[in-house]
């Protein structure tokens, strides 16, 4: 299970999070964590499971699961999204678990970003914000020696 930030921000993931197109943040909410299942075989084509989850005002949790697939030279594809509201925290690891599971991937193929920690969802995007800059550097860099 990888816990790094920075490996996951892919294009997308940043405005689907920051728009709210998937998962809207509303007043006294916030990121929770963001979970992405990035089986081996499907690596060339950038497969993946992604869910955000998020804390709502009442404490409980929401969520938004979809499969994302982006091959080389192609836009990116969203389907099978699912939302889920008011969700036990306790009950929240062993929904992803069960999705790990039926997704039959390793725990190496699974990546959690753990954002609770963040009080404000401001503080998460400037986070994350930071995360994805020091990504697009290492990126540009890794360029400049081949």
Known sequence: ???????????????????????????????????????????????????????QANGLIGLVSYNFRMPPGQRPTKSNIALARDIAKDQLNQIIWNVVRQSAIGPEELEIIDLSQFATFEEQIRRL??????????ELADKDVR
């Open 129 to 138: 914000r930071g995360a994805s800059d020091a990504l697009a550097q290492a």
């Open 1 to 55: 299970m990888i816990q790094d930030v920075t490996s996951s921000l892919y294009p997308g993931v940043f405005p689907d999070l920051v728009g709210g197109t998937l998962l809207k943040i509303t007043e006294g909410e916030r990121l929770w964590k963001l979970y992405f299942l990035r089986p081996a075989w499907g690596r060339d084509e950038r497969v993946e499971h992604r869910i955000y989850t998020k804390e």
